[in-house]
């Protein structure tokens, strides 16, 4: 007889996890608290026009990449539509008033930087000779088993970014420019672990695509995936206990009133959410307080533009906008200086597109700045907090017109999320952006195990290996090599060829 499994959350981690042991016979059944699954990869439509919320472009999707592997394993690779972004400069920098590229390839990464550092070529050689040395040295994250060296990877999560980067180079301006993107992981100057940073800048190196008509395709993609091995999904189920007997978890509580039972519970959702919905002896005080006390990644207030028609050109690359002289410590501000920095993104809505419809606008913002409608529901959190985020909006866009005058009358309305909308929509604590933030100060403390005391239960998601579409599917095989071994997953992944 098969094992029953329900996961909590329908997130990346939730949906993959469940493909994962859909297609090697459990029966799976997926618990979304909300009216739409998929997490950080939810879209949303207005006017008409579609808005992406958290998954904006990948990296690694060519068919012979990791990334192009794993869709391919799990089955979502026809249904999945992807528009590259230009190979010579899909992220930008913008800094002290010049803009830097970053290109698609190893080659041309370092030329293209070469081009304003040309002193700098062998240290941009050495910096990726290094990345690809991290990168590959990781089973998880080049989908070799057994082909590793866990050393490599260990050394440089005990030593920061910027600790690394200074003794590659001694060009300041190269180093700021090298860290430019460091928004897509919320990286902090002496704490964000430089292996991190060699994850994020080896997935998207090669490649790097927009979702066409946004991530939620992703999202949907799994739930049919998961369907065709008999799996389901559940919206508006809102787990509110996992139930415990002395030895193991027995089951979950639905809305409040509704029991069903399983062999093993997976929590996809935060472990300071999970721990909430835990009561037994079996967790022991002093790992729940060592949670609880985990550092998060910043929080982000975002401004979702919506265009006039046949105004704006669509832009096929990231922009990464600073209005100070570094993108580190744009995390510390006051109401003088935000925003110091931001993400502008647009939204690819078809292939060979020609005008943008949508756009999104990101930059940080502290949980305290909201603090005071905690509590409040979404829509219904009064009239000061909605002039809040309409003076913040205002503030972020006029940035946004510093750096592209050309835009000033071309958005006819936007839309506005702070850290309460992330806290609400994924129930990430202090509505971070990225879950828990990696300290090479704490080591392994700020690391969640996938595995907890009860033998039944355990955990996947942003929080268990990394954010990110490559970070949140490698801690999906973490997670799931505790039921099937990696060894059987990896073979899998390696039978599914193009």
């Given at each position: 007889?098969c094992?029953q499994?329900?996961?909590?959350?329908?997130?990346?981690?939730?949906?993959?996890?469940?493909?994962?042991?859909?297609?090697?016979?459990?029966?799976?059944?997926?618990?979304?608290?909300?009216?739409?699954?998929?997490g950080?990869?939810?879209?949303?439509?207005r006017?008409?026009?579609?808005?992406?919320?958290?998954?904006?472009?990948?990296?690694?999707?060519?068919?012979d990449?990791?990334?192009?592997?794993?869709?391919r394993?799990?089955?979502?690779?026809d249904?999945?539509?992807?528009?590259?972004?230009?190979?010579?400069?899909?992220?930008?920098i913008?800094?002290?008033?010049?803009r830097?590229?970053?290109?698609?390839?190893?080659?041309?990464?370092?030329?293209?930087?070469?081009?304003?550092?040309?002193q700098?070529?062998?240290?941009?050689?050495?910096?990726?000779?290094?990345?690809?040395?991290i990168s590959?040295?990781?089973?998880?994250?080049?989908?070799?088993?057994?082909?590793?060296?866990?050393?490599?990877?260990e050394e440089?999560?005990?030593?920061?970014?910027?600790?690394?980067?200074d003794?590659?180079?001694?060009?300041?301006?190269?180093?700021?420019?090298?860290?430019?993107?460091?928004?897509?992981?919320?990286?902090?100057?002496?704490?964000?672990?430089?292996?991190?940073?060699?994850?994020?800048?080896?997935?998207?190196?090669?490649?790097?695509?927009r979702?066409?008509?946004?991530?939620?395709?992703?999202?949907?993609?799994?739930?049919?995936t998961?369907?065709?091995?008999?799996?389901?999904?559940?919206?508006?189920?809102?787990?509110?206990?996992?139930?415990?007997?002395?030895?193991?978890?027995?089951?979950?509580?639905?809305?409040?009133?509704?029991?069903?039972?399983?062999?093993i519970?997976?929590?996809?959702a935060?472990?300071?959410?999970?721990?909430?919905l835990v009561?037994?002896?079996?967790?022991?005080?002093a790992?729940?307080?060592?949670?609880?006390?985990?550092?998060q990644?910043?929080?982000?207030?975002?401004?979702?533009?919506?265009?006039?028609?046949?105004?704006?050109?669509?832009m096929?690359?990231n922009?990464?906008?600073y209005?100070?002289?570094?993108?580190?410590?744009?995390?510390?501000?006051?109401?003088?200086?935000?925003?110091?920095?931001?993400?502008?993104?647009?939204?690819?809505?078809?292939?060979?597109?020609?005008?943008?419809?949508?756009?999104i606008?990101?930059?940080?913002?502290?949980?305290?700045e909201?603090?005071?409608?905690?509590?409040?529901?979404?829509g219904?959190?009064?009239?000061?907090?909605?002039?809040?985020k309409?003076?913040?909006?205002?503030?972020?866009i006029?940035?946004?017109?510093d750096?592209?005058?050309e835009?000033?009358g071309?958005?006819?309305?936007?839309?506005?999320?702070?850290?309460?909308t992330?806290?609400?929509?994924?129930?990430?604590?202090?509505?971070s952006?990225?879950?828990?933030?990696?300290?090479?100060?704490?080591?392994p403390?700020c690391?969640?195990?996938?595995?907890?005391?009860?033998?039944?239960?355990?955990?996947?998601?942003?929080?268990?290996?990394s954010?990110?579409?490559l970070g949140?599917?490698?801690?999906?095989?973490?997670?799931c090599?505790?039921?099937?071994?990696?060894?059987?997953?990896y073979?899998?992944?390696?039978?599914?060829?193009?």
């Amino acid at each position: 007889m098969c094992k029953q499994v329900i996961i909590i959350g329908s997130g990346l981690g939730g949906l993959s996890t469940g493909v994962v042991l859909g297609k090697n016979g459990y029966r799976v059944t997926v618990l979304e608290q909300g009216a739409q699954v998929g997490g950080c990869l939810q879209c949303f439509e207005r006017h008409g026009v579609r808005f992406e919320t958290g998954m904006h472009f990948i990296g690694a999707a060519r068919p012979d990449e990791t990334l192009g592997q794993l869709f391919r394993y799990l089955e979502i690779t026809d249904k999945v539509k992807l528009s590259p972004l230009d190979r010579s400069h899909y992220n930008v920098i913008g800094l002290n008033g010049k803009r830097y590229p970053y290109a698609n390839g190893r080659e041309a990464f370092i030329d293209s930087l070469a081009q304003y550092f040309p002193q700098e070529r062998k240290a941009l050689e050495s910096y990726c000779d290094l990345i690809s040395r991290i990168s590959h040295a990781s089973s998880l994250h080049s989908l070799r088993y057994a082909d590793h060296n866990d050393a490599v990877s260990e050394e440089y999560m005990l030593q920061s970014i910027d600790e690394v980067i200074d003794g590659i180079s001694t060009n300041e301006t190269l180093h700021k420019v090298l860290v430019g993107d460091l928004p897509l992981y919320a990286a902090e100057r002496g704490k964000t672990p430089f292996a991190t940073h060699a994850f994020i800048r080896d997935f998207y190196l090669d490649s790097a695509f927009r979702i066409v008509g946004g991530s939620d395709h992703i999202a949907l993609a799994l739930v049919d995936t998961l369907k065709k091995y008999g799996g389901e999904v559940l919206t508006r189920a809102k787990v509110t206990r996992i139930l415990c007997d002395d030895k193991q978890a027995t089951g979950v509580e639905v809305n409040g009133k509704e029991v069903l039972a399983a062999d093993i519970i997976i929590s996809d959702a935060h472990p300071i959410r999970t721990l909430e919905l835990v009561d037994s002896h079996l967790i022991r005080p002093a790992f729940r307080h060592r949670v609880s006390v985990m550092p998060q990644t910043m929080g982000g207030f975002s401004v979702y533009l919506q265009f006039k028609p046949n105004r704006v050109p669509y832009m096929n690359y990231n922009y990464f906008g600073y209005n100070t002289p570094t993108p580190w410590d744009c995390e510390y501000y006051d109401e003088q200086t935000w925003p110091k920095g931001f993400l502008y993104m647009h939204l690819c809505s078809s292939p060979r597109q020609q005008y943008a419809e949508s756009g999104i606008l990101l930059s940080y913002m502290d949980i305290h700045e909201v603090e005071q409608w905690k509590g409040t529901r979404v829509g219904h959190r009064g009239d000061d907090y909605e002039a809040f985020k309409q003076r913040k909006a205002e503030r972020l866009i006029a940035s946004l017109t510093d750096h592209f005058p050309e835009l000033r009358g071309t958005i006819a309305r936007y839309y506005t999320s702070t850290p309460l909308t992330y806290l609400d929509y994924t129930g990430t604590a202090d509505g971070s952006m990225y879950g828990i933030a990696k300290d090479v100060s704490l080591g392994p403390a700020c690391r969640v195990p996938h595995k907890t005391k009860i033998p039944n239960l355990l955990m996947t998601g942003q929080n268990i290996n990394s954010h990110g579409m490559l970070g949140v599917l490698v801690g999906t095989i973490v997670t799931c090599s505790e039921l099937l071994s990696a060894k059987k997953i990896y073979e899998e992944i390696k039978n599914c060829q193009p």
